[in-house]
Every structure is written in structure tokens, then in C-alpha cells.
Antibody, heavy 121, light 107 residues
Framework: QVQLQESGPGLVKPSQTLSLTCTVS??????????WSWIRQPPGKGLEWIGY???????YYNPSLKSRVTISVDTSKNQFSLKLSSVTAADTAVYYC?????????????WGKGTTVTVSS | DIQMTQSPSSLSASVADRVTITCRAS??????LNWYQQRPGKAPKLLIY???SLQSGVPSRFSGSGSGTDFTLTISSLQPEDSATYYC?????????FGQGTKLEIK
């Protein structure tokens, strides 16, 4: 049973870079069958898809965040990571990682439990 | 970006009721529509993919229908554990987008 677990600092100062890691267990991130996504949810609000990465390193980012986002993968550690630069209070959210099945149509079938990131000085 | 609009934003229903939630896309997305359930403090859980396919382990009282721009999620006989917020999501084109959510309360 594949499981995903987010980790990283819960508090980030404004203008700094938010860095999170998603560790995949029970399966290989190098499987060609999936994209690996990041999604966030501000307090009391809906879901926003940030972007995804394939095990080869190819990425797609939401244009609304593209200038500030970097998603990377470390297949040796079975992890993928999110970096969001120049954060403001508007980036305060629960951040989820998810497995995105590479079929047509695609869907996100396994999610991490989420990690709360607060942007505050 | 494709805009997803759900209705209603919230609803209250009784156990054993039949409940329907609607999701409308701003352009045709064929059958590229997924439904998720999110209980308070929890991660979203996939219920329905590709508009009408039931995810493994999801109770059969959940069903999905629709294509093009209009989709529905139906709960045939509401149970107390169905109290949650429900989101639709399109995977027709990137960036993926979600509806604003429908909060379902049990009376």
C-alpha cells in the first residue's frame, strides 16, 4: 500500500523560501505510471493545484505560481520536493502531496496527510 | 484555466436522503472529472474518477454522472459518516482546477 508523507518547517518568514519534501513508501517513485503532485489549501478555503513532476524530472507548474515554484525529485531517496520562494501570508496553507495516475483521464488516488505551513515573522 | 463551479455551496440533509451535488465546467472537459471527499482536518479522498468510475473501497451509494460541462455526484442514501466537503476536479487540461467545494451537513 503506497503511502505519502509530507515534511518540512511549519513556520516560514515572509520573503523566505518554503521547502517541503514528500516521502513515498510502499512503492517506487520511479514507476513510469505516475506524476507526483503538490496541492495546497489555505485555511478555510478550497484546493489549489501547484504542479507535478515525473520521475525523469519533467515538470508542469500552475502558471499562477510558476515564477516562484520549483518541484524536484530524488529517486534514490524515493522523495520529491517543493520549493516556493518569496512567500507571503497568502502562502499560509496546508500543503499536500499526491500521486497522480498517468492515465486518461488522470486522477490523484493517493494523498499525504498534509502539513501546515504558516508564513509569519 | 478551466473554471469549475459547484452547487450548492452547502446543504443539509437527513440520514437516508438522496443527495445530489452539481459541478459545471467553463468549457467542455469530456469525462475528465473527478470527485473527492474531505472530512474536517483530513486529506481529500478520491471517490469517483473519470466522471462515473467508483474508486476501489468507496461505498456503492456514491455515484457520478455527466460529460461535457455538467456533472453530478449522487449519494443514494446518506449516512452520518458522509458529513464532509466534496470537491470536483478537472484533469482535462493543466493547470488542474477544483470546484470551490460543497459542504454537506447531516441534520
Amino acid at each position: 500500500q503506497v503511502q505519502l508523507q509530507e515534511s518540512g518547517p511549519g513556520l516560514v518568514k515572509p520573503s523566505q523560501t518554503l521547502s517541503l519534501t514528500c516521502t513515498v513508501s510502499g512503492g517506487s517513485i520511479s514507476s513510469g505510471d505516475y506524476y507526483w503532485s503538490w496541492i495546497r489549501q489555505p485555511p478555510g478555503k478550497g484546493l489549489e493545484w501547484i504542479g507535478y513532476i515525473y520521475y525523469s524530472g519533467s515538470t508542469y507548474y500552475n502558471p499562477s505560481l510558476k515564477s516562484r515554484v520549483t518541484i524536484s525529485v530524488d529517486t534514490s531517496k524515493n522523495q520529491f520536493s517543493l520549493k516556493l520562494s518569496s512567500v507571503t501570508a497568502a502562502d499560509t496553507a496546508v500543503y499536500y502531496c499526491a500521486r497522480d495516475l498517468l492515465v486518461v483521464p488522470a486522477y490523484m488516488d493517493v494523498w499525504g496527510k498534509g502539513t501546515t505551513v504558516t508564513v509569519s515573522s | 484555466d478551466i473554471q469549475m463551479t459547484q452547487s450548492p455551496s452547502s446543504l443539509s440533509a437527513s440520514v437516508a436522503d438522496r443527495v445530489t451535488i452539481t459541478c459545471r465546467a467553463s468549457q467542455s472537459i469530456s469525462g475528465y472529472l473527478n470527485w473527492y471527499q474531505q472530512r474536517p482536518g483530513k486529506a481529500p479522498k478520491l471517490l469517483i474518477y473519470a466522471a462515473f468510475s467508483l474508486q476501489s473501497g468507496v461505498p456503492s451509494r456514491f455515484s457520478g454522472s455527466g460529460s461535457g460541462t455538467d456533472f453530478t455526484l449522487t449519494i443514494s442514501s446518506l449516512q452520518p459518516e458522509d458529513s464532509a466537503t466534496y470537491y470536483c476536479q478537472q484533469s482535462y487540461s493543466t493547470p488542474y482546477t477544483f470546484g470551490q467545494g460543497t459542504k454537506l451537513e447531516i441534520k
